[in-house]
């Protein structure tokens, strides 16, 4: 039996890549793992945790003014960028330091630089090679920006957190839900924004009624929207600014564009094709059902495969894959009923099908629909609206989805993904007694379908 350095070796130390590791050497595999960027991966260093923290940020200037309605008198207030900047930096840090020690703890061999495959058992990391009984590629995604005449001015989503300074005015590029994030986060913290995509409306995949509600409260927030938009040029002006010439031709001055407009496979230069891995089109590696590559000593798992790129999911895989491998278990990962939310503001939470797929799928459906000016609200003054839809199976009464636009909508999806998963019908939601007064007390409280 050939001999190898280690059992496993991980190329990327991102979300699954780093799950994989750790629950593969506490069954007392010899795993290896290399990161040539930052530890966390996306997730941690340039997606979910820093967003989200600017998201939180960006709340604060419509509380302040909702205050008033409470009786609380806030006065002037100031946002300062380097403060949250640098706060969120420390943060992050913070993040890959518990990564790094769960690593070693764990009884990784971590190795810093970027791991390219030799063949079907090498990896060689900054000269160095090293062979592996099994090769695990989890290098995540990277912002796909295209292009154009002035191209080299914009930003992606991974420049975004470390802005030298706050720009007056943004425009961000992109219909899915970075996109809409980064607008609400950049409109919150004070600068004049424009929103820009090419198609008809954005949120595209999600339910159509809640993606129109969605751009009515986004609209709200002085985000001003741009559909059917796509920029032609960019060219930078002599006091620094940007010139945006879109494909109509209007004009558009700016400080900063950034391009949120879908992200790739990160697969340059990690030896897949020297191995002949088979790939998709689009650069994403093709696995089986055990995340097995076309090589079958390379497995791959989480983004770079393409399949759902949500954090949970990657975790799940690199669960998954090790209970395969190590434990004679099932590699088998349930993407059914996973919820997810966008935190746009208001929030958007979602599991299951949009009424659309419903239509589709089912013979007869009934939707349950509530449109309603929340408690806070009548208060505040903010004429903000919350939006929540159940679709039902009426041949059994199963709830097939459940959408959520409005504040926490995310924490309170996920509370229904598991009575989803669990096979809910509506009359077990009817039946159920809510917690009052609370949005999410209206999900066990429409009796009456809005329409069939």
């Known amino acids: 039996m050939a001999e190898f350095d280690f059992d496993l070796f991980v190329i990327g130390a991102g979300s699954g890549g780093v799950r994989t590791a750790r629950m593969a050497a506490a069954k007392g595999v ?31 200037a419509d509380d302040f003014k909702e205050a008033k309605g409470f009786g609380w008198n806030v006065g002037e207030s100031q946002f300062d960028w380097p403060t949250l900047r640098d706060n969120k930096t420390k943060e992050i840090e913070r993040l890959n330091g518990i ?40 290098t995540g995604g990277w912002p796909f920006v295209p292009e154009f005449p002035g191209s080299e001015h914009v930003i992606s989503s991974n420049e975004v ?64 929207l741009n559909f059917n938009t ?58 089986n059902n055990n995340f097995q590559t076309s090589v079958p000593s390379v497995y791959a798992l989480g983004d770079v495969i393409d399949r759902v790129q949500l954090t949970p999911v990657a975790l799940a895989e690199g669960m998954a894959l090790v209970n395969h491998l190590y434990s004679e278990g099932s590699a088998d990962v349930d993407y059914d009923l996973i919820a997810t939310a966008v935190f746009c503001q208001p929030n958007i939470g979602t599991v299951g099908l949009s009424e659309e797929q419903a ?69 077990v939601f009817d039946s159920t007694i809510g917690i009052h007064p609370t949005a999410a007390e209206e999900f066990v409280t429409m009796r009456s379908a809005t329409r069939s």
């Open 230 to 287: 796509d920029i032609e040029s960019i060219e930078k002006q002599a006091d620094g600014s940007l010139l945006v010439t879109t494909k109509d031709g209007k004009t558009i001055e700016t400080d900063l564009v950034m391009y949120a407009t879908g992200r790739v496979p990160k697969v340059e230069g990690i030896g897949l094709e020297q191995l002949g891995v088979e790939q998709a089109k689009n650069g994403a590696i093709v696995v």
């Open 99 to 138: 990564y790094h020690n769960m690593l070693v703890n764990s009884g990784c061999t971590l190795i810093e630089g970027r791991g390219v495959m030799i063949d079907a058992h090498t990896v060689e990391v900054a000269g160095v090679q090293y062979s592996a009984e099994r090769i695990l590629v989890a």
């Open 359 to 427: 239509r589709e799928q089912y013979s007869g459906i009934d939707v349950y629909v509530s449109d309603f000016r929340a408690m806070k609200h009548t208060l505040s003054g903010s004429d903000e609206r919350t939006l929540m839809k159940m679709i039902v199976d009426k041949a059994t009464d199963k709830v097939l989805g459940v959408h959520m636009v409005g504040p926490d909508s995310g924490e309170i999806i996920q509370g229904i993904a598991i009575a989803l998963k669990a096979g809910a019908t509506k009359a």
């Open 161 to 224: 957190f470390f802005l030298e300074t706050f720009p007056k005015r943004a425009i961000v590029v992109g219909g899915g839900y970075i996109a809409v994030e980064f607008a609400g986060i950049f409109a919150g913290l004070g600068a004049k924004t424009d929103l820009l995509y090419r198609g008809e409306l954005f949120l595209r995949g999600f339910d159509k009624e809640v993606r129109e509600f969605v751009a009515q409260e986004v609209a709200k927030k002085e985000v001003n």
């Open 30 to 60: 010899k795993v290896a793992i290399t990161e040539d960027l930052y530890l966390g991966g996306t997730c941690v260093n340039v997606g979910c945790v820093p967003k989200k923290l600017f998201v939180y940020s960006s709340h604060y």
